[in-house]
């Protein structure tokens, strides 16, 4: 059975920072691109990060871009979420993902088959 756990989520204030991880069981990292993706409430689940497994090559939504950076530790079959300069429109509950996408789907959730229950980052102005 496979289960993606996060956690390091909480409250934070604007400029702060978090490092959000996400341990695997049931599949290996080194075998899986992996990505977390943000729900604000009352919003639709949308990307912000992700990393493929075979080139190493990093994905970031625009709005992230040079505040939070993926990362693996394939010893601990984890995957963390770095943020940085942290504002309030970054509130949301945070989901780590494990899949196989093509280029054209890693930035959607239909190119990944694993789901973490997620956790809350919240941003106080």
């Known amino acids: 059975q496979v289960q993606l756990v996060e956690s390091g989520g909480g409250l934070v204030q604007a400029g702060g920072s978090l490092r959000l991880s996400c341990t695997a069981s049931g599949i290996t990292f080194g075998d899986y691109s992996a990505a977390w993706f943000r729900q604000a409430s009352g919003k639709e689940r949308e990307f912000v990060a992700a990393?493929?497994?075979?080139?190493?090559?990093?994905y970031y939504e625009d709005s992230v871009k040079g505040r939070f950076s993926i990362s693996r530790d394939t010893a601990l079959n984890t995957v963390y979420l770095e943020m940085n300069s942290l504002n309030p429109d970054d509130t949301a509950v945070y989901y780590c993902?494990?899949?196989?996408?093509?280029?054209?789907?890693?930035?959607?959730?239909?190119?990944?088959?694993?789901w973490g229950r997620g956790t809350q980052v919240t941003v106080s102005s």
């Open positions: 990393r493929r497994f075979a080139t190493r090559t990093t």
């Open positions: 993902a494990a899949g196989r996408p093509i280029t054209s789907t890693i930035k959607t959730m239909r190119g990944y088959t694993y």
